[in-house]
């Protein structure tokens, strides 16, 4: 998979909707932005719990964009794979066959 096209490809799907539900994506937008301040967990820590419930879901855009995030916040592989061993740990094969995926769009988009 080219994670680095899908991640692209899912934020020209969501200006398209955007532009037809505006207010649904306002609303998101300021629901995102409150959950992701940093607080007593911090924004990075977040977005791995974030990334844990986009493997559980089998999303794998969420998966992308959150990847993505990690990547920008400065997130290790280490750090990485010591989420997605949880993810896989608590899901069961599913959600390690979506860690893999994770994993490999970590390594596509942290180059």
Do not use: I, P, W
């Given at each position: 998979m080219e994670w680095k096209r899908l991640?692209?490809?899912?934020?020209?799907l969501f200006s398209k909707f955007q532009k037809e539900t505006p207010?649904?994506?306002?609303?998101?937008?300021?629901m995102?932005?409150?959950?992701?301040?940093?607080?007593?967990l911090s924004e990075k820590t977040k977005e791995f719990i974030a990334l844990g419930i986009s493997v559980a879901v089998r999303c794998?855009?969420?998966i992308g964009l959150h990847v993505e995030h990690?990547?920008?916040?400065g997130a290790t592989r280490?750090?990485?794979?010591e989420a997605l061993s949880m993810?896989?740990?608590?899901?069961?094969g599913p959600s390690i066959t979506y860690s893999?995926?994770?994993l490999e769009a970590f390594d596509q988009l942290s180059n």
């Open positions: 991640t692209a490809d899912t934020k020209q207010a649904t994506f306002e609303g998101f937008g300021v995102g932005k409150d959950a992701k301040k940093n607080g007593h794998e855009s969420c990690l990547v920008r916040l280490e750090e990485l794979v993810s896989s740990y608590m899901g069961g893999a995926k994770a």
